[in-house]
């Protein structure tokens, strides 16, 4: 079922009349019609399943046949830090971080992309990076919409203490797996992790050390050397996995 992001909600009783942008897509690129379905949610955990009574491109709307609240989230808060990389591959992992489960991120300014990076923090990277999230929750079935800060240092982004695990994988770490670092599912009842992933070039001896400092542990991801949207993938992937949020 194709589902929309309706940020106000939808009326306490009556039909529902879709924006305009989304009756445009529900015609002309969904081709679809009265009498089929699509599921609408505002942010809150609910999905309404609404049934299409009109259709065309300047007009949509429906009636409510059923109303969930469907388990999509999981129990782990994951906050990813994000350094700054090129467009194309941010916004990948802004993409794939939605549908793997990443509940914040926070574009990072470390020492190797500070002269580069500087100019994320547009005002229309901002509203690009927030469609891309709202396509993704859209698509994955997740009922409330990942928030993505403006982009700050890393001495700005990481709180003093942060909140539950903060794990960063770092190549200049050869012993200490994810895998030790998370400890086992039976042991590990921790509600909140954070990721923090380098740029291109990695992170610095000096940064690893003020991470350090902020309670993060440095981990090794094996003996290949990822890039940072593979690694931003690959650790939140394995973090839910350690923790029973993919499949068992």
Do not use: C
Request: glycine share 12%; aromatic share 6%; no cysteine.
């Amino acid at each position: 079922m194709h589902r929309f992001y309706l940020p106000d909600g939808i009326p306490a009783e009556g039909p529902v009349q879709l924006p305009r942008e989304i009756a445009r897509q529900v015609s002309r690129v969904l081709r679809m019609r009265a009498g089929e379905e699509i599921g609408v949610f505002d942010g809150s955990g609910v999905q309404w399943t609404l049934e299409l009574d009109e259709v065309s491109s300047r007009s949509a709307g429906g009636h409510v046949t059923d109303v969930t609240r469907p388990s999509t989230e999981p129990d782990v808060h994951i906050t990813l830090y994000q350094s700054l990389i090129d467009a194309t591959q941010f916004e990948l992992v802004l993409q794939k971080g939605v549908e793997l489960g990443v509940k914040t991120f926070v574009p990072v300014l470390t020492e190797r992309v500070r002269g580069a990076g500087s100019t994320g923090a547009s005002e229309g990277r901002q509203a690009r990076w927030g469609r891309i999230l709202q396509e993704a929750a859209e698509q994955s079935g997740r009922v409330f919409v990942p928030e993505v800060e403006s982009p700050v240092s890393l001495e700005e982004a990481v709180p003093e203490t942060p909140s539950g695990q903060f794990i960063v994988p770092w190549e200049g770490e050869t012993s200490l797996s994810l895998r030790e670092a998370m400890g086992t599912r039976e042991t590990n009842s921790t509600k909140a992790v954070s990721i923090l992933i380098g740029p291109k070039g990695g992170l610095t001896e000096s940064e690893i050390e003020f991470l350090r400092g902020r309670g993060a542990v440095p981990v090794t991801l094996g003996s290949r050397i990822l890039r940072a949207e593979t690694a931003a993938i690959a650790t939140v992937s394995a973090v839910l996995y350690e923790l029973g949020e993919l499949g068992g």
